[in-house]
């Protein structure tokens, strides 16, 4: 499975940014397509994820009530619309699928090369 992020920039704080991600390669299989993002100097932060089927989400508390995931499954997609971004949302944002879970368990997952946001004050 390959994945291809895009959408990220620079913004202000208090703007909104949709980030996408497309799959391709042995996709049937996907079980669950996420977001991760990671900051310089710390650890990889869960974001949001949604299974393939079901549609169930799960949000990272850091971003609850300001970004919502969605998926698009013709398309082996997945979007993160962030609103009300803050500076400390600035990070490298990963897409992640797995064949296995909703992508919280890292180990089983499959990753893009990431999009930077850069948020400003």
């Known amino acids: 499975v390959q994945l291809v992020e895009s959408g990220g920039g620079e913004v202000q704080a208090g703007d909104s940014v949709r980030l996408a991600c497309v799959a391709s390669g042995v996709t049937n299989g996907i079980y669950g397509m996420g977001w991760f993002r990671q900051a310089p100097g710390t650890e990889r932060e869960f974001v949001a994820s949604?299974?393939?089927?079901?549609?169930?989400?799960i949000y990272g508390d850091s971003v609850k009530g300001r970004f919502t995931i969605s998926r698009d499954n013709a398309k082996n997609s997945v979007y993160l619309q962030m609103d009300s971004l803050k500076p400390e949302d600035t990070a490298t944002y990963y897409c992640?699928?797995?064949?296995?879970?909703?992508?919280?368990?890292?180990?089983?997952?499959?990753w893009g090369q990431g999009t930077l946001v850069t948020v400003s004050s």
């Open positions: 949604v299974t393939k089927s079901s549609g169930k989400t």
């Open positions: 992640a699928a797995s064949m296995m879970s909703d992508v919280t368990l890292t180990d089983l997952n499959y």
